[in-house]
């Protein structure tokens, strides 16, 4: 009964360097939302995926920051040409289709990805 | 615009004190609203949430959020903190459709001391 898995859980680059970060949801759920934490904040919305699909990406920089959830195998958060300033921990969470009795169904989130740039 | 206010940034206790953690939100409409925890080097969990109905809602680990409407405010309790309880504790809030984000706090560390 796996919960929602992200890999690495730690990912050191250099500059310059893009970060693809993974992120398979729950089984079962179909919604994928990603979520940044600078160190000292909350969690801060990122972007918002069901299968194929981006629904929300209000909280995605417009550069260099890029989301995908293919129909097959697990969502991607690629950061090309990374910053110091990327460094944070990135947490996917996942949640079925709101249908019927699952409607509002709460998110649940992976052990997150700790990205440390050099 | 849509916020949650957590005014205390870091509490500390001593075991078997009573917990009462602050939140306040700013949302426009129907709002569910979450409480989750994260232990050192975990994921967030969630505690507890409220959708509609009783706004006494009581969660997982003996603890319960009272949502006020007038005040804007679903505040956390438990009556007796243990040396467990060590973690930090988001509010959060979401609007009622799941194309809805959900927005966190800033969170609040809680510190028990044995």
């Known amino acids: 009964n796996a919960g929602v898995m992200q890999n690495p859980r730690h990912l050191v680059r250099r500059r310059g360097q893009e970060a693809r970060l993974r992120c398979s949801p729950m089984?079962?759920?179909?919604?994928v939302y990603w979520y940044r934490q600078l160190p000292e904040e909350g969690l801060k919305f990122m972007v918002y995926l069901q299968k194929e699909n981006i629904i929300d990406e209000s909280g995605m920089p417009k550069e260099r920051f890029s989301a995908e959830f293919p129909k097959e195998g697990p969502s991607i958060l690629r950061i090309q040409q990374v910053v110091r300033g990327d460094s944070a921990a990135y947490f996917c969470?996942?949640?079925?289709?709101?249908?019927?009795?699952?409607?509002?169904?709460?998110?649940?989130f992976g052990d997150g990805t700790r990205l440390s740039i050099l | 615009a849509q916020s949650v206010s957590q005014h205390n940034h870091h509490v500390i206790l001593s075991e078997a004190a009573s917990l009462e953690l602050g939140c306040n939100y700013s949302?426009?409409?129907?709002?569910?609203l979450f409480w989750y925890v994260q232990y050192p080097g975990q994921h967030l969990q969630l505690l507890l949430k409220?959708?509609?109905?009783?706004?006494l809602v009581k969660g997982i680990k003996g603890f319960e959020a009272e949502f006020i409407k007038s005040k804007f405010s679903f505040n956390l309790r438990k009556p007796s903190v243990q040396w467990s309880d060590t973690a930090e504790y988001f509010c959060a809030v979401k609007g009622p459709s799941s194309a809805s984000k959900i927005i966190f706090g800033s969170g609040t560390r809680l510190s028990i001391r044995p």
């Open positions: 969470a996942s949640s079925p289709a709101d249908t019927g009795t699952n409607s509002n169904q709460p998110q649940h």
């Open positions: 949302y426009g409409g129907t709002v569910n």
């Open positions: 409220y959708f509609s109905g009783d706004p």
């Open positions: 089984k079962g759920h179909s919604h």
